[in-house]
C-alpha cells in the first residue's frame, strides 16, 4: 500500500529467522500443516515485504552432515539471494537442540564427548555466520537443563557451561571474529527445567565469564512471560546493564507452553512499553522470533509476518504520542517529587549521612499523598486504544 505510513522499510531493521515463517506447524501432537520453505524463496519473500534481515541456525540452511561441496552450493544459493534482494544477515545461531545426541544437553552434558560434539557444532556454525556477514551471535540453550536433579548437574552444569562459552569466546578472539554473543533466557521447554532461565539469571553469569565484554542477552518476550516476568522489566535491566544486544520479539499468552505468537497478538500494553524502550534505547535488529499458528497456509505466514512488522510501527507511533501527550507529561512530572535539597544529602559524605539522619521528614503527607498513577495508566491506555 502505497503512502502507508506502517508499511516496514529497511530503516526499521527488521529481522525474521529462517526457522520463523518456515515453521511447518509441526507441533507435539501434530504432523506438519504446511511445506518446508527454500531459504532463498524466504530471502525474497521477506524482501518484498520490507525486511531488512535474515537469521538462520546452522541447520536451518545447511542440512546436517551435508558434505562439503553441498554446503558450499548451498551457501553460494543463499548469498545470490542475498546480494539480488540487499538482504542481511545480522545473527547466526547454532542449532543444539534437534539432534538427539544434544538430549540431555549439549555445553552441560554429563557426557565430555557430546560436550566436544557441541563445542565442534558451534565452531563451523559461528564460521558460517561469520562468512554470511553475522555480527551477533545467540545462543539459546534448549537443551541446557534437566528433569533429574539428583544426577548432580545442578552445579556441574553451570561449570561446563562457562567453560564452553569462555572456549567460544576465544575462538572469536583466535579468529579475529568480530561477534558479540547473545544469551537467549528461557525459563523451561523443552526441558523440565532450563539453566538460566531468565534475563536477570544470564546478566549475573556474564559477569563470571572471561569475557565479559563480548557477551550480552538476547530477552524473548515469551520466555521472560513464561516465567511470570515483565518483559519491560527484564529489558530496562538489560539496557541498564549496557547487555542488550539483541532481542526476540513475539507474543505469548500467561502460563502457557512457548507460543511464539505474532508480535502484540496478545499483550498490545506490555508490547507498546517494549516498544517505547526500544524506540528508545536500541539500535539492533528487532527479531521477530515467532511463527504464524499451525492453522495457517502460506498465505497465513505472509500475514504473520507482515503483522509482526506493522504492530511495531503502530506501536511506535502510539509510542511517540505518548512523548508528545501535554496532559499525560504534566502528570507524570507532577508524579515526580524532586527535592534538590535532600537529593543533595543523598549523596554519601559523612556530613550528609549526619545531616540526614537528623532531618525530619513530612511522614504523615508521605503516607498520604496520591501519586496520580491511576490518571496516568487511563491516558496511556486511552493513547493505546486510540482516542487519545
Ligand atoms: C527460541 O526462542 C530460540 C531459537 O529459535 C534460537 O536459538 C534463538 C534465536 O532467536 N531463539
Ligand atoms: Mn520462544
Ligand atoms: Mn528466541
Redesign the pocket.
Known amino acids: 500500500m502505497s503512502g502507508d505510513r506502517y508499511a516496514p522499510t529497511r530503516e526499521d531493521r527488521f529481522t525474521f529467522?529462517l526457522?520463523t515463517v518456515g515453521n511447518v506447524g509441526r507441533d507435539p501432537f501434530g504432523e506438519p500443516t504446511r511445506p518446508t520453505l527454500d531459504p532463498v524463496d524466504t530471502v525474497h519473500a521477506l524482501s518484498d515485504l520490507g525486511a531488512w534481515g535474515v537469521?538462520f541456525?546452522d541447520d536451518d540452511l545447511v542440512p546436517r552432515g551435508a558434505p562439503a561441496a553441498e554446503r558450499d552450493r548451498i551457501v553460494r544459493r543463499f548469498r545470490e539471494a542475498l546480494d539480488a534482494t540487499g538482504m542481511v544477515v545480522p545473527m547466526a545461531?547454532t542449532n543444539l537442540f534437534a539432534d538427539p545426541a544434544f538430549k540431555d544437553g549439549a555445553f552441560t552434558s554429563a557426557d565430555a564427548r557430546v560436550r566436544a560434539y557441541a563445542l565442534q557444532k558451534t565452531m563451523r556454525a559461528m564460521d558460517l555466520g561469520v562468512e554470511l556477514g553475522a555480527r551477533t551471535y545467540?545462543f539459546?540453550g534448549?537443551r541446557e537443563g534437566s528433569e533429574v536433579d539428583g544426577a548432580g548437574k545442578l552445579l556441574d552444569g553451570l561449570g561446563w557451561y562457562r567453560d564452553a562459552l569462555n572456549y567460544l569466546a576465544d575462538y572469536a578472539e583466535a579468529q579475529g571474529y568480530d561477534l558479540r554473543f547473545a544469551l537467549?533466557p528461557?525459563p523451561n521447554e523443552p526441558r523440565g527445567d532450563l539453566f538460566l532461565p531468565t534475563v536477570g539469571s544470564l546478566l549475573g553469569f556474564i559477569a563470571t565469564l572471561d569475557r565479559p565484554e563480548r557477551f550480552g542477552v538476547?530477552p524473548?518476550f515469551a520466555?521472560e512471560a513464561m516465567a511470570g516476568l515483565s518483559f519491560p522489566h527484564a529489558l530496562a535491566q538489560a539496557i541498564d546493564a549496557g547487555k542488550l544486544f539483541h532481542v526476540?520479539l513475539n507474543d505469548q499468552k500467561m502460563a502457557r507452553f512457548d507460543q511464539d505468537l505474532r508480535f502484540g497478538a496478545e499483550n498490545a500494553k506490555t508490547a507498546l512499553f517494549t516498544v517505547a524502550l526500544l524506540e528508545k534505547r536500541y539500535d539492533g535488529p528487532k527479531?521477530f522470533?515467532a511463527h504464524a499458528l499451525r492453522t495457517e497456509d502460506a498465505r497465513g505466514v505472509w500475514a504473520f509476518a507482515a503483522g509482526c512488522m506493522r504492530t511495531y510501527k503502530i506501536l511506535a507511533e502510539k509510542a511517540r504520542r505518548l512523548e508528545e501527550d501535554d496532559e499525560l507529561r504534566q502528570a507524570i512530572a507532577a508524579y515526580r517529587m524532586p527535592d534538590a535539597e535532600l537529593e543533595g544529602l543523598m549523596r554519601f559524605s559523612p556530613e550528609n549521612a549526619s545531616a540526614l539522619k537528623d532531618r525530619s521528614l513530612p511522614l504523615d503527607e508521605l503516607r498520604t499523598r496520591g501519586p496520580g498513577l491511576e490518571r496516568i495508566d487511563q491516558m496511556v491506555t486511552e493513547v493505546l486504544l486510540g482516542v487519545r
Open positions: 529467522g526457522w537469521n541456525h545461531t545467540v539459546w534448549g537467549e528461557k538476547n524473548e520466555h526476540d527479531h522470533d
